[in-house]
């Protein structure tokens, strides 16, 4: 009797870490883009600002730089057209530059890391003023100020190509932006 339990409970271990695997192993499917970011046309993009300490160290410029060079980006390869006025915009897109507080546990051995700057772009709804979506992406440290303004450029250059992602109506699901 103890060798069919034993055997019993060996097959329901081995069933139950199969399932458990195969839950692991299949990709999660990611939610659907707000068809309101799809069909959008136009956009006006609002500086939402640097959060203090950024500039003109670790990254060269001022604070408007973020916005600036965002504009400048979406200008040039974008499919949207950008307005001056929100009234006039079927998606407000707010961009700002965070720089997190530190880590709530600095026990390196237990593996916290350092927060990194980041861009966090809020897209809103115009009418309705909901957010729709929200991206981030995160600026790698560097010892030099080059360095700095290089993963700048990356980071930014990422995030432009995951807002023209979502108006193509994929969902972007590499841990660095998130449906809302």
Not at 23 to 30: E, K, L
Not at 77 to 99: F, G, K, M, N, T
Not at 159 to 173: M, P, W
């Amino acid at each position: 009797m103890n060798k069919f339990r034993f055997a019993s409970m060996a097959v329901a271990m081995l069933v139950l870490g199969a399932a458990a695997f195969c839950q692991q192993a299949a990709p999660s499917a990611a939610g659907p883009v707000p068809g309101a970011i799809v069909s959008a046309r136009t956009i006006f993009i609002s500086n939402g600002g640097s959060d203090a300490g950024l500039f003109p160290s670790p990254f060269s410029g001022d604070a408007n730089r973020p916005y600036s060079e965002f504009y400048k980006a979406l200008q040039a390869d974008s499919h949207y057209q950008i307005v001056s006025d929100p009234a006039q915009a079927d998606l407000v897109l707010e961009l700002r530059l965070v720089a997190p507080l530190g880590p709530s546990n600095p026990n390196k051995a237990q593996g916290a890391p350092d927060p990194e700057p980041q861009f966090r772009l809020e897209i809103y709804d115009r009418k309705t003023h909901y957010v729709l979506w929200t991206l981030t992406r995160s600026i790698r440290w560097a010892v030099l100020q080059k360095t700095h303004d290089r993963n700048f450029e990356d980071a930014l250059t990422q995030l432009v190509k995951d807002f023209e992602a979502l108006g193509n109506g994929q969902s972007i699901t590499a841990g660095t932006s998130s449906g809302s």
